[in-house]
C-alpha cells in the first residue's frame, strides 16, 4: 500500500534520483545536518509536495552492508528515532500532513512517522498501567472499590489488557507473511522467531525508538552514530554496555522492576465479599468497623467470602515482568561470549576499574556521566520543566508510601482489637534516623569543601562523620525492638525514593556537577549495575550449558567448535606460559647469586 500511494519513504533504502527533476525544484541539499538528520525521508518529502512521486523499485540491487548485531542495530535504531523526531516537528512535516488526501496521508503516517508515535505510545501505556496500579495501591483506592463492587470487571481489564499487548502485535507478522507467501508460511515464520528470541529483541528495540524518539522531541539535539556494519564475534565488555543501555534501557527495567514489587507489597488481590450480617448474631446487630469485620471474614469464611475473589498477580502483571527481564538483560543473551563465566570475570573487573577512575575521561564514569548530561545544556526551560513534571511520579510515590504509613499508624493500627502504644515511638526513631542521614550528606559535602588551611580539620569531619554513623547504627538497632523488619524496609525504601527524586531535580537544575549529586548517581550506578549484572553472574557460574546453547543459537555450528577449541588452547597455554616464566626467573636468581 504504501508503494501504491506512493509515500514509501523510509530511511536506509538506496535512493536514485531523477537528476533534472532534483535540480530544478531546488536541488537535494539540506539545511541542517541536525535537524534533516534521515536526508531520506526529507528526500521523499520535497519530491511529493513538489509533485513528483516516490516509487520502490524491486528489481534494483545495490550491494550494501547491513547492520547483525545488537550494538549496532540499536545504533542504527537511535539514528532513525532521533531523525524522526526531528522531521516530526519540522515544516515539511506539517506541509505533508496538511495537504495530503484521507487515505494517503494514513498509509504515510503508519509507514513513516506514525510507527515511533505507536512505539512510543506503547512504552507510555506500559507506564500508565503500572504508575495508575500503584497510585492506587498506595492510595488504598483500589480496596475501597473492590470491596464496594465498584471495580467488578478488574479482571476483566487485566486480562484485556494482556490479551491487547501480548497477543496483537504477533497479528501483522502472520498478515504480511500470509498474504505474500501463505498463512502456513506465515505461522512457521512466526513459531521460528519465537523459538530465535525474536519478541525479545524486538521489545528490547522497542525501548530504543521510544528513549531516542522522546529525548528529542523534548530536548532535540539529533546526531549521527556510526555504526561500522562490521563482523559481530567480539565480546562487548559490561561496562561498554552498560555505556550504552543505561538511560534507554537499564534504568527503565529496574524502574519498572521496582514498580512491581510495590504492587505486589500493597496492591490488593482479595476483599471480603459478604455483609457483615452474616455474623450478626456474633455482634448482637451493631454493625462492626470495617477492619474488624475484614479481620473476622479473612479468619472463619474464607472459603466462601474471599476465595472467590482471588485475582491472580501473575497474569496481572506478566507481560510487565517480561518487558523488564527485556530492557535489563537482553544484550547479554544477543553478545558474543556474553554468558561465558571467564568473560564474565574479566567484565566485572573492568567495570569496577570503570567505576573507580576519577578523571574525566571518556573511559571513566565522571566523563560518561558528564556527556550523558550534556543535552541539558542546550535544552531550553519548557523542556526542562516538562522533564521535571514527567520527574514528578518519583516524588508521588514518596508521598504514597508516606500517606500509607500514617494511616496504618493513625487509623488501621488503633482500631484493632489488640493496639500497641509503640506506633509513635517507632515512627519518631524512623525520622531520626532519616534526619541522621541527611547529616551525613551534609557532613560529607563540607568535608568535600573544607581544606586543610581552614579552622576546622578533616580529622574533625571524619570523626563527627564517624559519630553520627555509629549513632544511626544505634537508632537502627533500637528502631528493629519497636519495629518490624517489613515496615522499616519500607522506611528506607521511600527515603531512597525521595533522594533520587531530589537527585534528579539537581540534575535538572543543571547541577549534576555538583559533589552530592555525584557521589548519589554513582551509588545509584553501582545498585543498578549490581541488579542487572548480578543475576547474569550467578546463571553463568551455576548454569554454564545455557552459554554453549547462547553460541549455538549465535552461530553456526563450525564457527561454535572453533569457540570451543579456542577455549581449550587457551586454558592449556596461559599456565605453561606462567611456568616458563618462573623457571626463566628462578635460573637468573640462580646465576646472580
Known amino acids: 500500500m504504501l508503494a501504491l500511494f506512493h509515500v514509501r519513504q523510509h530511511y536506509g533504502h538506496p535512493d536514485i534520483f531523477d537528476k533534472?527533476?532534483?535540480?530544478?525544484?531546488?536541488?537535494?541539499?539540506?539545511?541542517?545536518?541536525?535537524?534533516?538528520?534521515?536526508?531520506?525521508?526529507?528526500?521523499?518529502?520535497?519530491?511529493?509536495?513538489?509533485?513528483?512521486?516516490?516509487?520502490?523499485?524491486?528489481?534494483?540491487?545495490?550491494?550494501?552492508?547491513?547492520d547483525v548485531g545488537m550494538q549496532q542495530l540499536a545504533l542504527f535504531e537511535a539514528k532513525l528515532s532521533s531523525g524522526a523526531g526531528e522531521a516530526v516537528i519540522s515544516r515539511d512535516a506539517m506541509r505533508m500532513a496538511s495537504r495530503l488526501d484521507f487515505f494517503r496521508l494514513h498509509s504515510w503516517f503508519y509507514g513513516n512517522l506514525g510507527w515511533y508515535f505507536t512505539q512510543s505510545m506503547t512504552v507510555v501505556g506500559v507506564y500508565f498501567f503500572i504508575y495508575g496500579k500503584v497510585y492506587m495501591a498506595l492510595s488504598g483506592m483500589d480496596s475501597y472499590f473492590l470491596e464496594?463492587?465498584?471495580?467488578?470487571?478488574?479482571?476483566?481489564?487485566?486480562?484485556?489488557?494482556?490479551?491487547?499487548?501480548?497477543?496483537?502485535?504477533?497479528?501483522?507478522?502472520?498478515?504480511?507473511?500470509?498474504?505474500?507467501?501463505?498463512?502456513?508460511?506465515?505461522?512457521?515464520?512466526?513459531?521460528?522467531?519465537?523459538?530465535?528470541?525474536?519478541?525479545?529483541?524486538?521489545?528490547?528495540?522497542?525501548?530504543?525508538?521510544?528513549?531516542?524518539?522522546?529525548?528529542t522531541l523534548i530536548h532535540g539535539g539529533a546526531k549521527y552514530r556510526a555504526t561500522g556494519r562490521g563482523f559481530t564475534i567480539k565480546h562487548e565488555k559490561f561496562a561498554e554496555l552498560y555505556r550504552f543501555y543505561a538511560f534507554s534501557h537499564f534504568y527503565r527495567g529496574v524502574e519498572l522492576l521496582f514498580l512491581l514489587l510495590m504492587f505486589y507489597a500493597y496492591?490488593?488481590?482479595?476483599?471480603?465479599?459478604?455483609?457483615?450480617?452474616?455474623?450478626?448474631?456474633?455482634?448482637n446487630n451493631v454493625e462492626p468497623t470495617d477492619l474488624e469485620w475484614r479481620t473476622r471474614c479473612y479468619d472463619d469464611h474464607y472459603q466462601s467470602c474471599v476465595l472467590p475473589t482471588n485475582q491472580n498477580y501473575g497474569i496481572m502483571s506478566y507481560s510487565l515482568w517480561i518487558i523488564a527481564a527485556t530492557w535489563m538483560w537482553a544484550p547479554f543473551f544477543f553478545n558474543?561470549?556474553?554468558?561465558?563465566w571467564d568473560k564474565i570475570i574479566e567484565d566485572y573487573n573492568d567495570w569496577q576499574n570503570w567505576l573507580k577512575t576519577t578523571n574525566d575521561s571518556a573511559d571513566s564514569w565522571f566523563g560518561w556521566w558528564s556527556n550523558e548530561q550534556e543535552y541539558l545544556e542546550h535544552t531550553t526551560r519548557g523542556a526542562r520543566f516538562i522533564t521535571g513534571v514527567r520527574k514528578l511520579r518519583f516524588l508521588l510515590v514518596a508521598i504514597g508510601m508516606y500517606l500509607n504509613m500514617m494511616y496504618n499508624a493513625y487509623f488501621e493500627r488503633p482500631n484493632r482489637i489488640i493496639t500497641s502504644d509503640d506506633d509513635m515511638l517507632t515512627y519518631a526513631l524512623s525520622g531520626l534516623v532519616i534526619v541522621i542521614f541527611l547529616l551525613l550528606i551534609c557532613c560529607g559535602y563540607i568535608?568535600?569543601?573544607?581544606?586543610?588551611?581552614?579552622?576546622?580539620?578533616?580529622r574533625k569531619l571524619r570523626k563527627i562523620k564517624f559519630l553520627l554513623s555509629c549513632c544511626c547504627f544505634l537508632i537502627s538497632m533500637l528502631s528493629l525492638t519497636v519495629l518490624s523488619v517489613g515496615n522499616l524496609f519500607a522506611i528506607f525504601i521511600l527515603l531512597f525514593v525521595a533522594v533520587y527524586w531530589f537527585m534528579q531535580m539537581c540534575i535538572l537544575r543543571l547541577q549534576y556537577h555538583h559533589i552530592v549529586v555525584r557521589a548519589l548517581a554513582r551509588a545509584y550506578d553501582r545498585a543498578v549495575g549490581w541488579i542487572v549484572f548480578g543475576p547474569i553472574m550467578i546463571v553463568s557460574m551455576f548454569l554454564p550449558f545455557i552459554s554453549s546453547f547462547q553460541q549455538r543459537v549465535m552461530f553456526n555450528n563450525?564457527?561454535?567448535?572453533?569457540?570451543?577449541?579456542?577455549?581449550?588452547?587457551?586454558?592449556?597455554?596461559?599456565?605453561?606460559?606462567?611456568?616458563k616464566v618462573k623457571r626463566v626467573s628462578k635460573k637468573k636468581k640462580n646465576r646472580d647469586d
Open 336 to 340: 558474543p561470549s556474553g554468558l561465558d
Open 558 to 579: 563450525a564457527f561454535t567448535s572453533g569457540l570451543e577449541v579456542s577455549k581449550l588452547f587457551a586454558h592449556d597455554v596461559a599456565p605453561a606460559q606462567v611456568v
Open 267 to 283: 496492591g490488593t488481590f482479595s476483599w471480603c465479599n459478604c455483609s457483615w450480617r452474616l455474623d450478626a448474631d456474633f455482634y
Open 148 to 215: 464496594k463492587g465498584g471495580l467488578g470487571i478488574g479482571g476483566t481489564l487485566n486480562t484485556s489488557w494482556a490479551f491487547q499487548f501480548g497477543f496483537l502485535l504477533v497479528v501483522p507478522v502472520i498478515a504480511v507473511v500470509g498474504v505474500e507467501q501463505g498463512f502456513r508460511h506465515g505461522f512457521t515464520y512466526l513459531l521460528w522467531n519465537v523459538m530465535t528470541l525474536g519478541p525479545i529483541f524486538f521489545t528490547f528495540q522497542m525501548g530504543t525508538r521510544m528513549h531516542y524518539f522522546d529525548r
Open 447 to 458: 568535608a568535600s569543601r573544607v581544606t586543610k588551611k581552614m579552622s576546622m580539620k578533616q
Open 20 to 66: 533534472l527533476f532534483a535540480m530544478s525544484c531546488g536541488g537535494t541539499a539540506k539545511a541542517s545536518k541536525g535537524v534533516n538528520l534521515s536526508e531520506d525521508i526529507f528526500a521523499g518529502f520535497n519530491s511529493t509536495l513538489r509533485g513528483g512521486r516516490v516509487s520502490h523499485e524491486e528489481f534494483i540491487q545495490v550491494g550494501k552492508g547491513r
